[in-house]
T-cell receptor, first 111, second 118 residues
Framework: TQLLEQSPQFLSIQEGENLTVYCNSS?????LQWYRQEPGEGPVLLVT?????EVKKLKRLTFQFGDARKDSSLHITAAQPGDTGLYLC???????????FGSGTRLSIRP | GAGVSQSPSNKVTEKGKDVELRCDPI?????LYWYRQRLGQGLEFLIY????????KSGLPSDRFSAERTGESVSTLTIQRTQQEDSAVYLC????????????????FGPGTRLTVT
């Protein structure tokens, strides 16, 4: 059974601080996506990473895919209240044609 | 353009009743997914449809759960004899493909149906 573990589960920090959240598995992904979900809405795609070691930047957000394609991280610089939400990673296991979502990191940014 | 829509947005039902949840995907999207999200949790995969292929039902938690899709359009998720443990938000998503060729397509999610079983 493929599992995606995200850490931390909850994170509350002050506006302006930096943070990193993680997504880990014992299995190898073909590719991985990060989504953000706000209350009462469905998740929205932030990024897709495909190549081991790949780094993608989206304004203040930096996404990294591990060299072995088993893990990923999301780093936010100078967090803002608008970054508040549930961050979900999703891995594609093409060998099984399955998409697995992690349990999420709930992020709260205090003004 | 229109996104994924789901109805109803909220459903309160008594334990033991059947419920039907509806999803209208984005036109032209061949893949459609159903997920369950319990309060404060991540997404639990239930079922997905890809074109005319047999659906992947591996995530359905019991035989009380079933889903159908008409061609590449609307889908309904049916829960029979609802239990309190079924209370959750049920999310539907559609995408251009389903990653069978190793491509990871973006999933577009609807706003969900919040199901409460009393």
């Amino acid at each position: 059974t493929q599992l995606l573990e995200q850490s931390p589960q909850f994170l509350s920090i002050q506006e302006g601080e930096n943070l990193t959240v993680y997504c880990n598995s014992s299995s190898v992904f073909s590719s991985l996506q990060w989504y953000r979900q706000e209350p009462g809405e469905g998740p929205v795609l932030l990024v897709t990473v495909v190549t081991g070691g790949e780094v993608k930047k989206l304004k203040r957000l930096t996404f990294q895919f591990g060299d072995a394609r088993k893990d990923s991280s999301l780093h936010i610089t100078a967090a803002q209240p608008g970054d508040t939400g549930l961050y979900l990673c999703a891995g594609l296991y093409s060998s099984a044609s399955k998409i697995i979502f992690g349990s999420g990191t709930r992020l709260s940014i205090r003004p | 353009g229109a996104g994924v829509s789901q109805s109803p947005s909220n459903k309160v039902t008594e334990k033991g009743k059947d419920v039907e949840l509806r999803c209208d995907p984005i036109s032209g999207h061949t893949a459609l997914y159903w997920y369950r999200q319990r309060l404060g949790q991540g997404l639990e995969f239930l079922i997905y449809f890809q074109g005319n292929s047999a659906p992947d039902k591996s995530g359905l938690p019991s035989d009380r759960f079933s889903a159908e899709r008409t061609g590449e359009s609307v889908s309904t998720l049916t829960i029979q004899r609802t239990q309190q443990e079924d209370s959750a938000v049920y999310l539907c998503a559609s995408s251009l493909g389903a990653g069978l060729a190793g491509e990871f397509y973006e999933q577009y999610f609807g706003p969900g149906t919040r199901l409460t079983v009393t």
